[in-house]
């Protein structure tokens, strides 16, 4: 049990670990901070937050645990807005999408007080954001992914363990460096696609049309091209360095299917579509490795 929760950035993310926390009894009180005070005003209205704190370093005094939900690109802001209040044995985390810019801004800013942080990544979420969506169930069975640096302290990496797989999470953890060449793969760069495709298809002169005729196949490829602007701006460059390998990656891949296109050879093309089809049949969500290498 926390006496106090503190979470800075009142959104999908933040919102819903105050209300799994809360459904769960690990916590006594949750202070919350956003920077438009009608978000933390319109938190406390839906009881996510008991109260509304004026900055971030107040949301963290007298928590004994806080999370910092807000964009990958305003991590480093907001360490150096806390750090004096982030003592000993105060359990500090994040939820970004990335994890080596995280930790390396963490390195840069908490310094001494690198012990009380455990990275993670909850790997959740809706199309719809903010904190109207906010959800206790948001977490429930799915994988959270912890990347703890040599100095965080075992015993709050344990008690980040604890918090998560209390509120039906499944914990995982990992290097920074392999969740980020993991995620570029199975994430960032879908996205990236997703973007990119649907502009292909709405920037045409006919592409009205063409949208007018799309059926489910179109909507499930593109469901993820909904995705927040400022999030996946902010992920898609501070991951960059292995979203662009695993660009490389499928565009040899492209083009090789292209080729047997262009050469009318049907017998590779099916071997190709068979390929990843049976791959994709074998497949099944949540598959880990013994080491946590994302599968």
């Given at each position: ?149 040599l100095q965080t302290s075992p015993e709050l990496i344990q008690k980040a363990t604890d918090v998560w797989a209390a509120v039906g999470a499944q914990v995982l953890r990992m290097t920074p460096e392999n969740h980020d060449a ?114």
């Open positions: 049990m926390f006496n106090q929760l503190g979470v800075i950035g009142c959104g999908l993310m933040g919102g819903s670990f105050a209300l799994a926390v809360k459904r769960a009894g690990l916590v006594k009180r949750v202070i919350g901070y956003s920077k438009s005070p009608s978000t933390t005003e319109k938190a406390k209205r839906l009881g996510i937050i008991d109260t509304a704190a004026e900055s971030a370093l107040l949301a963290v005094s007298g928590s004994d645990i806080v999370l910092i939900a807000v964009p990958v690109s305003a991590t480093e802001a907001t360490f150096k807005a806390i750090r004096h209040l982030v003592e000993p044995g105060v359990l500090l985390m994040d939820v970004g999408s990335t994890k080596r810019d995280v930790v390396d801004a963490a390195r840069r800013v908490l310094k001494e007080r690198i012990g009380s942080f455990v990275p993670a990544h909850p790997i959740a979420g809706k199309e719809a954001s903010g904190i109207a969506h906010a959800d206790a169930a948001l977490y429930t069975g799915r994988q959270v992914i912890l990347t703890p640096l993991a995620f570029a793969a199975v994430s960032h760069l879908p996205h990236m696609l997703a973007f990119a495709y649907f502009n292909a298809v709405a920037g045409q002169p006919a592409g009205r049309d063409y949208l007018s005729l799309a059926g489910p196949g179109f909507r499930d490829f593109t469901r993820i091209a909904a995705g927040d602007p400022e999030m996946w701006r902010d992920v898609l460059l501070a991951n960059r360095e292995e979203i662009l390998k695993q660009a490389m990656r499928f565009r040899h891949t492209l083009d090789a299917m292209e080729h047997v296109i262009r050469n009318g050879n049907p017998e590779a093309l099916e071997d190709m579509i068979r390929g990843a089809s049976e791959a994709r049949a074998g497949w099944h969500m949540g598959a880990v490795k013994p080491g946590g290498g994302a599968r």
